[in-house]
């Protein structure tokens, strides 16, 4: 097959993807399958290889992630139980206090509770932001909206363990150690960077009150329970984007819809737990230890150091799998064994859509790979390229406000460009955050995130679009312009 037939037929592939998810709502992962399947059997694979492929795919990236992102999803849904996110606000309130509160909170979200589905994460920590709001005003809805978006959207694609994060180390190559480390350098100054353009922005004038709030909304509870004029009817009815996982940044959503971990949310589901039992510390300390021991396997890479012992305890899934374990023990501790492994439970159920979208991901990437586009792209995608890292971010932005899903942009922009990776001849950790980074921009009215902030935090959707859509994506930018300079460094 000509090179011209190859790229023509990869374009259609992508974008039935985007039409069958879009126009049609059919499920992103029956989506994704649908397409690996047209362009395996158009392209030089043929019927033969086809499915060999598409699975094989699967079972890599699986092998690759697989047990990472499920420890991850325990690990938060049991943090949840503990009611951890409501105290460490109030923690961060009490340390920082309330004119520091938009930095703090949305940096400690975007780098630290990305075990957390980004559902649950939101409907916990909404309302402490819009308590907090009051205490920040004159506008104190739109930086703790601004803030939280930020926070949310960057985590799931530039820090580990967030799922976007892992499909892209996964896909790419990249040790999860070598990720976690560039991700955390590179999420901090984004996140701070863009907390305070949109700060100064809403000083000058962009924001008004009037036309941008709800202004009948009711307050939060200092209880952190959203009351029932928070979330509208429509959250009851849940209709939810097609298929789209929780915590990913999903994709179509009615407005409104709230899913936690185990299943629709109502307003009053909000856990118990963050009063009284061990201190903060203790509830996030096995977190802590497995990103630490992650950590280490890169800083002794970086050194130079070869220590079986070291790669053994730094290895990823030995990481996460210690701080699982810590998790239980401390949340036995702190509210029951009984509630810990209805959590379990509750994670195990929601760890299932998030895992199998990641590994069809994969499929998409192999049949990418094996149809020949990365030996086609060589030729003109490489290091001498204008800006590569610019044009991966252009291809993610692309997909995403196509799609209108943060992680499922992210996969399939690294499902393209892996197989062109080698010919860039820069880090695959640079092309990952580029990628990363692009799948970020314009996160609008197709996502389930607008919809909450935009219900939870007593906005309009005039006022949603800007704290959320410019918002993150002024934080896809600004990660752009940081990245390119520290690509200097590879």
Known sequence: MSDIAILANTAVAVLAIVVLIVRFRVNPVISLVLGSLYLGLVTRLGLDETVSTITGGF????????????????????????????????????????????????????????SIYLDVLLVISAPL???????????????????????????????????????????????????????????????LVSVAIMTLLFRLGFWNPARDEVADAEPADVAGEPTAEQVPQAVAAVAAEAGGPAGAGSGPAAPG??????????????????????????????????????????????????????????????ALLTGLVGTVLVGRFAVGRERVEAAIAHGFRESGQILILTAVGGSLAAVVSAGGLGDILSDYFTADTFAPLLLVWVIAAVLHIAVGSV??????????????????????????????????????????????????LGQTTRGTLKTCTVGVSIASVVGILLLMPLSLLF
Not at 303 to 313: I, P, Y
């Open 407 to 456: 992680t499922i942009s992210a996969i399939t922009a690294a499902g393209i460009l892996a197989p062109v990776a080698p010919s860039l001849g820069i880090d695959p950790v640079l092309i990952a955050l580029a990628a990363g980074t692009g799948s970020l921009f314009a996160v609008h009215v197709t996502s389930n995130t607008f919809w909450l902030l935009q219900s939870l």
């Open 59 to 114: 079972g890599d990236i699986m092998a690759e992630v697989g047990l990472l992102i499920a420890f991850g999803v325990l690990m938060g849904a049991i943090l949840k139980e503990m009611g951890a996110i409501e105290q460490l606000v109030n923690h961060l309130l009490r340390l920082f206090g309330p004119k520091r509160l938009p930095y703090s909170m949305s940096l400690t979200i975007g780098t630290l509770l990305q």
């Open 257 to 318: 819809a709230v899913r936690t971990a185990g299943g629709p949310s109502t307003p009053a589901e909000v856990p118990a737990g963050a009063a009284g039992g061990p201190p903060l510390v203790v509830r996030f300390a096995p977190l802590i230890v497995a990103l630490l021991m992650i950590a280490s396997g890169a800083i002794a890479e970086a050194a130079g150091w070869e220590n079986a012992t070291l790669g053994f305890v730094s290895d990823p899934v030995v």
């Open 129 to 191: 932001a819009r308590t907090a709001a009051r205490r920040i005003e004159p506008l104190g809805t739109p930086r703790m909206a601004a803030a939280l978006a930020i926070g949310l959207e960057c985590g799931i694609v530039l820090m580990v363990p967030g799922v976007g994060t892992l499909a892209l180390a996964a896909l790419l190559g990249v040790p999860l150690g070598t990720m976690l480390l560039w991700g955390f350098v590179l999420i901090v100054p984004t996140i």
